[in-house]
Protein backbone atom coordinates (compact mmCIF):
# COMPACT_ATOMS: atom_id res chain seq x y z
CA UNK A 1 0.00 0.00 0.00
CA UNK A 2 1.40 3.32 -1.03
CA UNK A 3 2.35 5.70 2.00
CA UNK A 4 -0.75 7.95 1.38
CA UNK A 5 -3.34 8.45 3.83
CA UNK A 6 -5.74 9.92 1.23
CA UNK A 7 -5.91 6.68 -0.88
CA UNK A 8 -5.66 4.60 2.05
CA UNK A 9 -8.76 6.57 3.52
CA UNK A 10 -10.30 5.92 0.29
CA UNK A 11 -9.44 2.08 0.37
CA UNK A 12 -11.32 1.92 4.10
CA UNK A 13 -14.33 3.51 2.68
CA UNK A 14 -14.27 1.27 -0.51
CA UNK A 15 -14.67 -1.61 2.02
CA UNK A 16 -17.87 -0.25 3.21
CA UNK A 17 -19.68 -1.05 0.33
CA UNK A 18 -17.79 -3.90 -1.37
CA UNK A 19 -19.85 -4.89 -4.57
CA UNK A 20 -22.49 -7.76 -3.47
CA UNK A 21 -20.94 -9.89 -6.86
CA UNK A 22 -17.56 -9.84 -5.00
CA UNK A 23 -19.19 -11.58 -1.93
CA UNK A 24 -21.28 -13.90 -3.40
CA UNK A 25 -17.82 -15.25 -5.58
CA UNK A 26 -15.73 -15.68 -2.60
CA UNK A 27 -18.38 -18.07 -0.84
CA UNK A 28 -19.13 -19.75 -4.82
CA UNK A 29 -15.02 -20.51 -4.36
CA UNK A 30 -15.26 -21.44 -0.41
CA UNK A 31 -14.56 -18.18 1.54
CA UNK A 32 -17.14 -18.41 4.31
CA UNK A 33 -15.90 -15.40 5.55
CA UNK A 34 -13.03 -12.63 4.81
CA UNK A 35 -11.53 -9.93 6.93
CA UNK A 36 -9.09 -7.21 6.19
CA UNK A 37 -7.25 -5.41 9.43
CA UNK A 38 -5.37 -2.10 8.62
CA UNK A 39 -2.81 -0.24 10.68
CA UNK A 40 -1.15 2.74 8.84
CA UNK A 41 -0.03 1.46 5.44
CA UNK A 42 -0.26 -2.19 6.44
CA UNK A 43 -3.05 -4.82 5.33
CA UNK A 44 -3.73 -8.23 6.59
CA UNK A 45 -6.27 -10.26 5.59
CA UNK A 46 -8.28 -13.36 7.16
CA UNK A 47 -9.76 -15.41 4.97
CA UNK A 48 -12.10 -18.60 7.07
CA UNK A 49 -12.76 -21.21 4.20
CA UNK A 50 -14.29 -24.47 3.65
CA UNK A 51 -11.73 -27.19 4.04
CA UNK A 52 -11.28 -27.98 1.00
CA UNK A 53 -10.37 -24.35 0.09
CA UNK A 54 -6.98 -24.37 -2.09
CA UNK A 55 -5.47 -20.96 -2.37
CA UNK A 56 -3.89 -20.80 -5.77
CA UNK A 57 -6.98 -23.21 -7.23
CA UNK A 58 -9.54 -21.52 -5.58
CA UNK A 59 -8.28 -17.74 -6.33
CA UNK A 60 -7.74 -18.74 -9.74
CA UNK A 61 -11.42 -19.73 -9.82
CA UNK A 62 -12.08 -16.46 -8.00
CA UNK A 63 -10.32 -14.21 -10.74
CA UNK A 64 -13.53 -15.64 -12.97
CA UNK A 65 -16.32 -14.99 -11.08
CA UNK A 66 -18.75 -12.17 -12.67
CA UNK A 67 -16.51 -8.55 -11.57
CA UNK A 68 -13.99 -9.75 -9.97
CA UNK A 69 -11.56 -8.40 -12.45
CA UNK A 70 -13.44 -5.27 -13.08
CA UNK A 71 -12.88 -5.53 -8.94
CA UNK A 72 -9.22 -6.09 -9.01
CA UNK A 73 -8.88 -3.15 -11.06
CA UNK A 74 -10.34 -0.76 -9.34
CA UNK A 75 -8.91 -0.82 -5.90
CA UNK A 76 -5.56 -1.53 -7.79
CA UNK A 77 -5.38 2.42 -7.39
CA UNK A 78 -5.47 2.72 -3.70
CA UNK A 79 -3.28 -0.71 -3.62
CA UNK A 80 -0.60 0.88 -5.78
CA UNK A 81 -0.21 -2.27 -7.80
CA UNK A 82 -0.54 -2.95 -11.76
CA UNK A 83 -4.59 -3.01 -12.96
CA UNK A 84 -4.14 -6.39 -14.03
CA UNK A 85 -2.81 -8.00 -10.90
CA UNK A 86 -5.36 -11.04 -9.50
CA UNK A 87 -5.72 -11.02 -6.04
CA UNK A 88 -3.89 -14.36 -4.66
CA UNK A 89 -1.26 -11.85 -6.77
CA UNK A 90 -1.53 -9.15 -4.03
CA UNK A 91 -2.48 -11.19 -0.78
CA UNK A 92 -0.02 -13.39 -0.07
CA UNK A 93 0.14 -16.73 2.39
CA UNK A 94 2.07 -16.28 5.40
CA UNK A 95 3.12 -18.52 7.95
CA UNK A 96 1.35 -19.16 11.40
CA UNK A 97 4.34 -18.21 14.20
CA UNK A 98 2.01 -18.64 17.00
CA UNK A 99 -1.22 -20.12 18.04
CA UNK A 100 -1.96 -20.12 21.83
CA UNK A 101 -4.26 -22.68 21.79
CA UNK A 102 -1.41 -25.11 19.92
Known amino acids: MPDN ?13 VWPEIIEGQKAVGII ?3 IFGLGRSFFMICDT ?28 FQGCDSNMLSKEKWQLMDM ?4 NQ
Open 97 to 100: IFDS
Open 50 to 77: IDSFDWERDMMRLAEMPRQAEWEAYVSQ
Open 5 to 17: QELIEQYIDVHKN
Open 33 to 35: QMQ
